[in-house]
């Protein structure tokens, strides 16, 4: 491994992965400030819009969508639930499974949802071209198939 450590931290090599890290809980801070307000975390929101786009949707589409583990897609869902956002209705084609919907509430929370979601995009964006952006995506896309097989 090229990646070096010592006690003090100096001579470590850089990692994309502490960029990575550091980056996303940055953003996880920002997107829950700025979802305070409806009572949605930074851990639900991709939930509720990922439902939002696709509704008549199960929670093991919807974590194999986002590639997120069933119990974390469960724990959210319920939140989501409890706050009134989201509903469930068993499938028509197979009982087994339960379809989930935005409630009339969810359906008015998700352009406030994504005008938020947009406010911290376009900072995370500054000085930085769409060119840019298109490049580091693609690479972020190249780690995360190397790391997961995808």
């Known amino acids: ?10 001579g470590a090599a850089e990692s994309h992965g502490q960029y ?3 980056i996303y809980r940055h953003m996880q801070v920002l997107i829950a400030s700025e979802l305070a ?3 949605i975390g930074s851990g639900q929101y991709m939930f509720l819009m990922a439902i939002a786009f696709q509704e008549a949707v199960t929670q093991k589409e919807l974590s194999e969508k986002l590639l997120i583990d069933k119990t974390t897609t469960a724990k959210a869902i319920a939140k989501l639930e409890a706050e009134g956002y ?3 209705e068993a499938d028509p084609t197979d009982n087994r499974y339960q379809l989930l919907f935005l409630t009339e509430a969810g359906h008015e929370v998700v ?4 005008a ?5 995009r376009n900072q995370t964006r500054k000085g930085i071209t ?3 952006y298109g490049v580091m995506m693609g690479l972020l896309q190249t780690v995360l198939r190397n ?3 995808l």
């Open 1 to 10: 491994m090229s990646e070096r450590w010592t006690q003090d931290g100096e």
């Open 20 to 22: 990575i890290s550091a």
């Open 37 to 39: 307000p409806y009572r």
């Open 86 to 88: 989201v509903r469930r």
């Open 111 to 114: 352009p406030n949802v994504q």
């Open 116 to 120: 938020a979601l947009d406010r911290v």
């Open 130 to 132: 769409d060119e840019e």
């Open 147 to 149: 790391l997961s097989g």
